[in-house]
């Protein structure tokens, strides 16, 4: 299996990709084919895919802020069981990002993911596949070493038209297992610099950063 990194929508491989996003996750979650042209071409923006001859099996998206020293998973996707697709892409993932955080000087200090709370929201099939089954992923993050940030999470819809999504909790994998909260300021800075480039959030998500401005440190709870 080969860790691919896609740069550009001409790229066969991303034509798969974007199929692939449309078959496992909700429309809103999706950008459109040609908006991907910018963020691919970003060099600060990761998208590598799991291949397994030439058929794209799998993906995840990812960056690293070199002045946070932290990362952020964007999206995995596991687009068929029984081939160790997950496995792969974490590590492949981890090294990549532990590499980038010793170029940079540091020792990653940790990772933010969105993760889907199935108990919330029980109606995304993901396409169908196990693996990506909500309780199955959280399940698996959970083993990865994940933890829940203790607050109502909103997350801004993708198509940039204001509406909240909600059914997600905001997660953090820490670096150091002794890790018991994380600095409100820290989360903060980073969801403001996450979603700077949709202009249009709901009112709910600047309630929610008012909300966490006003706190000094966030609990990691299991997830």
């Known amino acids: 299996m080969e860790y691919y990194r896609i740069n550009s929508i001409q790229d066969p491989y991303f034509k798969q990709l974007h199929q692939l996003m449309g078959e496992v996750f909700p429309p809103?979650?999706?950008?459109?084919?040609?908006?991907?042209?910018e963020p691919l071409e970003d060099p600060n923006i990761r998208v590598?895919?799991?291949?397994?001859?030439?058929?794209?099996?799998?993906?995840?998206?990812?960056?690293?802020?070199?002045?946070?020293?932290?990362?952020?998973?964007d999206f995995t996707i596991i687009g068929q069981a029984g081939l160790g697709i997950?496995?792969?892409?974490?590590n492949k993932r981890l090294e990549d990002l532990k590499a980038l955080a010793a170029d940079n000087g540091e020792e990653?200090?940790?990772?933010?993911?969105?993760?889907?709370?199935?108990?919330?929201?029980?109606?995304h099939?993901?396409?169908?596949?196990?693996?990506?089954d909500p309780y199955v992923r959280r399940e698996v993050l959970s083993h990865l070493g994940y933890k829940r940030l203790d607050f109502p999470y909103v997350h801004p819809s993708w198509n940039n038209?204001?509406?909240?999504v909600t059914g997600l909790d905001l997660c953090f994998l820490p670096t150091d297992d002794n890790m018991k909260e994380l600095p409100?300021?820290?989360?903060?800075?980073?969801?403001?610099r996450y979603y700077s480039v949709l202009s249009n959030k709901p009112i709910s998500w600047y309630v929610m950063v008012q909300n966490l401005e006003k706190n000094k440190q966030v609990q990691l709870q299991p997830i």
């Open 184 to 192: 409100a300021s820290l989360i903060v800075k980073f969801l403001k």
């Open 48 to 73: 590598f895919v799991a291949v397994e001859n030439n058929k794209v099996v799998g993906a995840t998206e990812y960056r690293y802020y070199k002045d946070f020293n932290i990362a952020m998973t």
């Open 86 to 90: 997950g496995p792969f892409l974490a």
């Open 28 to 37: 809103e979650e999706v950008l459109e084919f040609d908006l991907w042209k």
């Open 161 to 164: 038209d204001g509406e909240p």
């Open 108 to 123: 990653l200090y940790g990772m933010f993911a969105e993760i889907y709370d199935p108990y919330q929201v029980e109606d």
């Open 125 to 132: 099939k993901f396409g169908g596949v196990k693996p990506m």
